[in-house]
């Protein structure tokens, strides 16, 4: 069945994941490329993300762990097999994939990612016990390198996301050149990490025929919240409080704000108390490996504490900042409305220290109040437009990270912005051909997901399930709902005639 959609010369797109009837995670894409070879064809299929899907209960297996992308005919075939993955970056739902894939006893081509996704994949696979002799070969990849698998050249772009080492990639087939984005938005004032490649996505510019890009921003107009933004809304909000203890709660899997907070305390001389879960000292750990030290930022201007003893914490003067992932305040930190301030960086998460907060009467601000106080990684409607604009608005955009009926909703939208989509809408499992002509449909199965289960032998076993439409309905209430997400597109819409009538 697969097999049959690339009998002919051509280069080939299908999202496996990633563009769901409502459901965003899992991602998963896979371009092939089938070139003429003397009489007979070679292909060459490269796989772009294997993350894993949320909403996996969702799908309404007992007892499942978690469900994955279907890739399997690409690992095991030898017809159909991958020459090689890319991942863009660490977050579970490009990366998590993975483990599960290994402990179900297949084996993965060579993996290319960065070395902090790696650092983060190492880590999967030992908390997973795979036995180092079945881990993938990896390969290292940095901003501006080339590689070539096949027939297919791959380059490499920097991406400012929430951590460290995300990538897009420039995918050139002779049929077709694609800027495969990843999660990302334009900003760049990243900390500690190159931003997003402009110059080169400029440099490049005549060649990009079809952008597949992360549209999960796009309900928002203008361009994306700045980390310089983030950071120096923290630095005005301790300064103008004035409270010696500042409590600043922040997200495990964004470590991009264990370092803005930890800057506008460094910046504000108030020392900083490292205390969270265990999973944002994982991540602190991990960061403090990559390379950051945060002793060498500090110099002598600051003390840094990792632990929070009566005597850790007597060391800091009644002067510091708490930076972590906690939900509650311990006695040891002696906060009352006098002395202490809260700065929630999160919407829901931090729900029960909010409670805590109010409990104590301690005042806090939150992102409800500034919304500049989350980071965030994903571009909004301002930052395609400029993406567009820098590669002269020739290329077609082909949405990924995003629910169908934001896509079909935002079509009208897009045409005032001058910006050219793909004209059917991607659903998960079909197959696009893409040329410098067009983008054509040529196979349109229905999506699955393998529902994954462990019966305590140690091996990950796969069920197949069709994807259903209301197969992550819980995620997209939590998150943004159709109705809201069509509103907004006509305020959008509105606001650009108006523009656009003035200047005439
Ligand atoms: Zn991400």
């Known amino acids: 069945m697969m097999t049959k959609a690339f009998d002919s010369i051509g280069f080939y797109w299908q999202p496996l994941g990633g563009n769901n009837i409502d459901q965003i995670s899992g991602h998963c894409y896979c371009y092939t490329d089938v070139v003429k070879c003397g009489r007979q064809s070679e292909k060459t299929s490269i796989i772009v993300d294997v993350g894993k899907f949320d909403n996996h209960q969702a799908l309404g297996i007992k007892n499942s762990a978690a469900a994955v992308p279907d890739i399997r005919n690409l690992l095991e075939s030898d017809k159909d097999r991958a020459q090689a993955v890319f991942i863009t970056h660490s977050h579970p739902d490009h990366l998590n994939g993975i483990p599960h894939y290994l402990k179900a006893g297949y084996v993965f081509p060579p993996l290319y990612a960065g070395k902090y996704t790696f650092m983060i994949l190492y880590d999967l696979l030992k908390e997973y016990q795979i036995p180092r002799s079945r881990w993938p070969k990896f390969n290292v990849i940095n901003d501006g390198d080339v590689i070539n698998i096949g027939s297919l050249e791959i380059e490499v772009l920097a991406s400012s996301h929430t951590c460290f080492d995300s990538f897009g990639l420039i995918i050139k087939s002779k049929p077709a050149t694609v ?202 409607l301002g930052d395609w437009e400029y993406v567009n604009n820098l590669l002269s608005g020739r290329a077609v955009f082909i949405p990924t990270h995003c629910p169908v009926f934001m896509i079909d909703d935002f079509r009208q939208l897009a045409k005032c912005c001058g910006l050219k989509l793909i004209s059917q809408t991607p659903q998960n499992n079909q197959i696009y051909k893409l040329s410098k002509k067009d983008a054509q449909l040529v196979s349109s199965f229905p999506a699955k997901w393998l529902v994954v289960l462990y019966n305590g032998d140690d091996m990950a076993y796969f069920s197949e399930v069709f994807q259903k439409p209301t197969s992550g309905t819980g995620f997209l209430k939590r998150t943004i709902s159709r109705k809201r997400c069509q509103r907004r597109f006509k305020i959008y819409m509105a606001q650009r005639y108006r523009k656009q009538h003035e200047q005439n």
């Open 179 to 380: 800027y495969h984005s990843g999660d990302m938005k334009v900003d760049q004032s990243t900390c500690f990490r190159r931003p997003t490649n402009l110059k080169r996505l400029k440099e490049r510019a005549g060649e990009i025929d079809y952008v597949v890009g992360d549209f999960y921003g796009i309900y928002s107009d203008g361009m994306a919240v700045k980390e310089v933004d983030t950071y120096r809304k923290l630095v005005s909000l301790i300064k103008k409080m004035q409270k010696p203890k500042v409590f600043i709660p922040v997200y495990p899997t964004h470590p991009e704000m264990y370092l803005i907070a930890f800057m506008a305390a460094l910046k504000l001389k108030k020392n900083v108390i490292f205390y969270g879960n265990p999973d944002f000292f994982t991540y602190l750990k991990m960061i403090i490996e990559y390379g950051i030290s945060f002793e060498k930022l500090a110099g002598k201007r600051i003390k840094i504490s990792y632990a929070h003893n009566r005597e850790d914490v007597a060391e800091m003067d009644n002067n510091y900042a708490v930076i972590g992932t906690f939900n509650d305040i311990p006695d040891v930190f002696e906060a009352s409305h006098k002395d202490s301030f809260g700065i929630i960086t999160a919407s829901t998460y931090f729900n029960p220290l909010k409670g805590r907060l109010n409990s104590y009467n301690i005042r806090f601000v939150s992102v409800n109040d500034y919304p500049e106080l989350q980071g965030y990684g994903h571009g909004f």
